[in-house]
């Protein structure tokens, strides 16, 4: 039977759980979730199958950069920045009056009501973030 060396622990495998990469960290991913990207180093010992696991550091938490996230964000125009490209847009061709601006009402109270929720909730993070308090790094920062 397969041994697993992994964080100083040795785990038994059947010879078919063990018999690739793949296969290992399939079974023991949903125990050991930091084995994704971990290195594997086989070598026998005496007729006996010695699988080393060291895992590799990586990204803690989330695991896309936040340029992925940005990419596959949905697209959004803030409906307050469509408004006003649009008042803009009457505005430049002189058609900016009270005739036109009165069926718009409706559409300004909807976007001036979601510009204040989106300013509130700014406001919010911003003061927790000043109040939070500092919590040091447990591995140095590459670049600095």
């Not at 992994?6 to 125990?31: H, K, M, N, R, S």
């Not at 550091?57 to 125009?77: H, V």
């Not at 009457?90 to 009270?98: H, S």
């Not at 911003?126 to 308090?133: C, P, Q, R, V």
């Amino acid at each position: 039977m397969p041994k697993i060396l992994l964080e100083g622990q040795e785990i038994i495998l059947t010879p078919e759980q063990a018999a690739t990469d793949q296969a290992i960290t399939d079974t023991l991913l949903p125990f050991y979730p930091d084995i994704a990207n971990a290195d594997f180093k086989r070598t026998e010992n005496e007729g006996e199958t010695l699988i080393e696991i060291v895992k590799r550091p990586g990204t803690k938490g989330n695991t896309q950069t936040p340029w992925q996230i940005w990419q596959n964000a949905p697209e959004y125009i803030n409906p307050v920045i469509l408004l006003a490209v649009q008042l803009k847009a009457l505005e430049i061709q002189g058609g900016l009056t009270l005739e036109t601006l009165i069926p718009l009402q409706p559409t300004l109270q909807d976007v001036t009501h979601v510009g204040e929720k989106a300013s509130t909730e700014t406001r919010r993070a911003t003061s927790a973030l000043k109040s939070a308090s500092p919590i040091p790094a447990q591995t140095p920062l590459l670049g600095f």
